[in-house]
């Protein structure tokens, strides 16, 4: 069993930062590639920013150098730093990561969610 649970979401001031965490947990053998999306309800879901095993990473054009995407193997965590907010930040991030259990099986897991609100 494997779970992943973000924190940090808030409500923060358009120009405001926050960093957004997700750590697994349960039978993990090797975390693979970890991503952040957001969900905005009616819209859909959106890849923000990806970190691969060998720290490559990538991001969505409309968050390119405003987030700085992170991630401590020892932790077994994953870190979303936010810049510069704007209010169509504003959504649901979950976390989502590629984990390969003690039993060799790889998959997909993703977490519940934090909210972000960007607004004045």
């Known amino acids: 069993q494997v779970q992943l649970v973000e924190s940090g979401g808030d409500l923060v001031q358009p120009g405001g930062s926050l960093r957004l965490s997700c750590a697994a947990s349960?039978?993990?053998?090797?975390?693979?590639?970890m991503r952040w999306y957001r969900q905005v309800t009616g819209k859909q879901r959106e890849l923000v920013a990806t970190?691969?095993?060998?720290?490559?990473?990538y991001y969505t054009s409309s968050v390119e150098g405003r987030f700085i995407i992170s991630r401590d193997n020892a932790k077994n965590t994953v870190y979303l730093h936010m810049y510069s907010l704007k209010p169509e930040d504003t959504a649901v991030y979950l976390c989502?990561?590629?984990?390969?259990?003690?039993?060799?099986?790889?998959?997909?897991?993703w977490g519940q969610g934090t909210q972000v609100t960007v607004s004045s």
């Open positions: 989502n990561a590629d984990i390969r259990i003690v039993t060799g099986l790889t998959s997909t897991y």
């Open positions: 349960g039978s993990i053998r090797d975390i693979l590639s």
């Open positions: 970190i691969t095993t060998a720290f490559t990473t």
